[in-house]
């Protein structure tokens, strides 16, 4: 008998006749004698309806009212998901997150959690319930609801593993699982039977969407084991665990293309200790997040200058350099451009550890193609580049084929 | 500077603007230098169609899921509640019923308060913010959420300001207040400025709509004095307390007709001890609410029967009628009757019990009407008939006329 935790996000529960489906999966694993946690998000759409509502109230409603309404989505599903046990003679019962005793601390809409005393869990489950959980949502030690920001539901459901101590936690969601790469760009990406989670984090900073990094944080810092699979249908999934020398035996586990990076480059920046921060301080605090930086050599001109470039997230450019033209003089730059036809290439897989020679081989691949290169930047277990736009998706096929093969 | 809980029901706070106005009101008590703490019911509408889906689900959902899952429908309105305060510029926060305190026992569905302790409504007063609290709902002590029933955040309300010593209690409605007689049946009926508890749980329980019985019982009981006015002007409403020698002058202060009564007779009832508890126990125990009850006295024959009449709501007729024929042998009744062409024309007052006279008058009125009276009850300050369906509104018109004037 195995204490299975699932989770299934807004798409999954989107209407009552999706949430009779997730009870008739729950009822297999049940008739397998497994007891299973089930962590449900708001039906797809009640949060955006809900959200209208509060706009038509406010521009920005504060969050601590915005966690109180939207705390109601998941609040809906997990009645209405136990109610469709009951109607198959499934003995069950739903608890809100405060029930269940997630802990956050008071950071609302985007509360981290504290800790988690599974008490009422336990109970149901020792009575032979399954236990429906609300996602995205806890209590602060004063009572107060709180959210979990983007994610939320994926962290309720490791976050209560890890507490419960469960044998497996299953993240539904509508894809099969982690792949190669994006089956959509990459037709011969195949799916991954497990992943480490620093590839994980690695890819999901790199474009691959399947999962915010702080749940596979969460997971990598208490060990939770956890599976990516569909709820569409019965395949197995991805098993997303720690790195294991068998899986450092694969040099590449897969490559990713984020196409909503943008370039900023500021030219003839004085080159003097204390620059990097004058720069990055005042982004930092506009809450624009920088994921590449480059720096290069300083000219060699009567006084040291330098150029430096860094990419950030396309939504945020126009913010970034309105932020730095306000500094300019600060500052010191001479020039400042900006380029948004670009593509960033990420090569990951733990076994690069352990195995050099995979820059090489991915500037060789991309030469032979032609595609330039922008900028580079390194990491233990991965290798970006940022290549134009139009070069993005072949340079990725050319990448998987060398490093992954098919 | 009053402390003054008002409650707001789910027609007025339908929608987004009617929930805007309601903040508009609260803002103008506000600006007179009062406290206010807002109970709300969910959004009209919204209840229903939380049913609608649970109905997906199954015929029967368990009480507790029901309650899980309706509680999100104020938890919805307190919140907008508060933003459309904020945008005001007006401090408030909202809370659920659980966290403004209120411990019920676990009777889900139709929970009872056992007490509450308002902490957290307290500091946010104490802060100087408006609290909105979420009607119609509690907690165990457990932690399950539970709900009060049908009129269960006029409850909350009065509960709410008994437990914060509130200088006043505003129950906002759709109506102006409580009127000495339906003015759709009598159009000289007129609004009256005061009622007692007793005489408002006699028209109540007479089929004037205007508030359920329990919250007025729990008003008098702790002595909270209230208000029953409208949230579609400035009206002053009526107001609700314990009977004083002032009121006590006043003979009768209103007269209500209700016409979802049935009349039920059993013929030649077997007159011996006992035989009430047989007809009676079985319509306890299948939930029908029995109101009036009339026995003859014994027929003069050689065996001792006697003839016994009863009403009950239209909607448990038909119930009443299975459960007794079925017990048929046992009572021992000869014939079961039933007419659902009535209605009751009760007469209210503190007065009736220091004034004689009130039920000859009323004989005197329905006789000199033709109306024909079919059965008779009277309370301390209540005296009610049974009348023909089709002479209850004239009866009603010439009571009102005769009592009230106008």
Known sequence: MALIVQKYGGTSVAT????KAVAQRVARYLSQGDQVVVVVSAMSGVTDRLIGMAKEMMDLPTEREMDMLLATGEQTTIALTAMALHAMGIPAASLTGAQAGITTDGVHSKAKIRNITPAQVRAHLDEGKVVIVAGFQGRTNEGQITTLGRGGSDLT???MAAALEADLCQIYTDVDGVYTADP???PEARKLEEISYDEMLELASSGAKVMQSRSVEFAKKFGVIFEVRSSLNDNPGTIVKESSADMENVVVRG??????QAKVTLENVPD????AASIFKPLSDASVNVDMIVQNVSHDGGQRSTDLSFTVEKTDLAKALKVLEAQKERIGYQQIT???NICKLSVVGVGMRSHSGVAAKLFEVLSEAGVNILMISTSEIKISVVVQAGDGESALQKAHHAFVGG
């Open 16 to 19: 009552t006749d999706r949430i």
């Open 157 to 159: 459901a490791i976050a």
């Open 184 to 186: 959509r760009v990459v």
């Open 255 to 260: 490559v990713s293309l984020d196409k909503n």
């Open 272 to 275: 003097h200790p204390g620059i």
């Open 338 to 340: 900006s380029d948004e």
